[in-house]
Structure formats: structure tokens, C-alpha cells
T-cell receptor, first 111, second 111 residues
Framework: GEDVEQSLFLSVREGDSSVINCTYT??????LYWYKQEPGAGLQLLTY?????DMKQDQRLTVLLNKKDKHLSLRIADTQTGDSAIYFC???????????FGQGTTLQVKP | NAGVTQTPKFQVLKTGQSMTLQCAQD?????MYWYRQDPGMGLRLIYY???????DKGEVPNGYNVSRLNKREFSLRLESAAPSQTSVYFC??????????FGQGTRLTVV
């Protein structure tokens, strides 16, 4: 079955880069997503990558995809205190329509 | 444009009581999802409806039922609530292989 794994916690200093990692199991995944959740709120899409891409850059965000190893990462450059949140990785199976999320990584940014 | 609307926002139930969580979207999305969020467990898929007229089990369906009433509405029912169902419940909707939009969540406590 499908499974998405993430580490639970990451702490960085303001101005440093943050790298959040994710592994997934479903080789039929066509889209992979990164969502952000701020306290007391629902999830909002940060960025996504199609499975035939290796990299996608969007301002301070860089997504890397290693399809062979089923490994996805999100790099946030020049991390700010406002980036403190929970970050979720998700995989989408275009055959079934299933959308599966990981456990979420809590990013703590210290001033 | 309200997006995804969940009701109620908060609910306290006694063990054994039943209730229905309501979700409605006004974006003409085909697919709708119900998740539960627990600390350290991330978002776990309970049930989903890839298109109107279909529903499928997710990762943790036991103790729940769903109804895709029409294209707009997807309800989640707890027939006999248990303390293990204390959680925050999120509804989401999307067009296949696009961004999922989330409601603000329902915080359910079963005592």
C-alpha cells in the first residue's frame, strides 16, 4: 500500500537553509506535493512537482525528486521566523485518486 | 466563494453517541476527502470519493461511514463514538491531480 514518511522535527537558525525530507512508496504516484500548516489552521499548498521532473524552483523554495529512490525534499532558502510551521509531503495516485500525506515535519526557526 | 466549508467547528460527544460531520465545496471539484489529524501521526486518510457516486476506504476507515450526497457535499458519520476518535477532522476537495483545498477543520472530543 501507499506510505509516506517524514522526520518529525527540524530546528534551524533564521537565515539558514532548511531541508525537509520525505520518502514515499507508491511508484504510480504522478504528483507529489508540499503543504504548510500554521497553528490552528488548515493546510495550504506550497508547491508541487510532477513525477517526470527532477527539480522545481519557486522563489525561496526548491523541490528535488529522486524517483529511483522515491525520495522528495523541500529546501527553504534564507529561512525566516514566519516559516515556522508543520510541513507535509503528499503523494497522489492518478489511477485511484488517492491523496496520502506523511506525518508532517515541524520546522522551528530560532532568531 | 467560500471554498471548503466544514460544520461544526467544535463538538464534544459522549462515548456511544453518533454524529455526522458535514463538508461542502463550491469549486465544482470531482474528488473529496476526509482526514483525521493526530499529534505525531500526520494526516491519515479515512475515506475518499474520487468522483460523484463513488466512495473508497482510506488508511483508517474503521468506525466511520461516508456519504457523497451530491457533487458538492461529502459527509462523515460516526455511528458510535469512541474516545480513540478524538481528533481534528479535515475535509478536502480537488480536481484530479491538482491542488487539494482544505476546510478549517472540526475539533472533536469524545469523553
Amino acid at each position: 500500500g501507499e506510505d509516506v514518511e517524514q522526520s518529525l522535527f527540524l530546528s534551524v537558525r533564521e537565515g539558514d537553509s532548511s531541508v525537509i525530507n520525505c520518502t514515499y512508496t507508491d511508484s504510480s504516484s504522478t504528483y507529489l506535493y508540499w503543504y504548510k500548516q500554521e497553528p490552528g489552521a488548515g493546510l495550504q499548498l506550497l508547491t508541487y512537482i510532477f513525477s517526470n521532473m527532477d527539480m522545481k524552483q519557486d522563489q525561496r523554495l526548491t523541490v528535488l525528486l529522486n524517483k529511483k529512490d522515491k525520495h522528495l525534499s523541500l529546501r527553504i532558502a534564507d529561512t525566516q521566523t514566519g516559516d515556522s510551521a508543520i510541513y507535509f509531503c503528499a503523494e497522489s495516485n492518478s489511477n485511484t485518486g488517492k491523496l496520502i500525506f506523511g506525518q508532517g515535519t515541524t520546522l522551528q526557526v530560532k532568531p | 466563494n467560500a471554498g471548503v466549508t466544514q460544520t461544526p467547528k467544535f463538538q464534544v460527544l459522549k462515548t456511544g453517541q453518533s454524529m455526522t460531520l458535514q463538508c461542502a465545496q463550491d469549486m465544482n471539484h470531482n474528488s473529496m476527502y476526509w482526514y483525521r489529524q493526530d499529534p505525531g501521526m500526520g494526516l491519515r486518510l479515512i475515506y475518499y470519493s474520487a468522483s460523484e457516486g463513488t466512495t473508497d476506504k482510506g488508511e483508517v476507515p474503521n468506525g466511520y461511514n461516508v456519504s457523497r450526497l451530491n457533487k458538492r457535499e461529502f459527509s462523515l458519520r460516526l455511528e458510535s463514538a469512541a474516545p480513540s476518535q478524538t481528533s481534528v477532522y479535515f475535509c478536502a476537495s480537488r480536481l484530479l491531480n491538482t491542488e487539494a483545498f482544505f476546510g478549517q477543520g472540526t475539533r472533536l472530543t469524545v469523553v
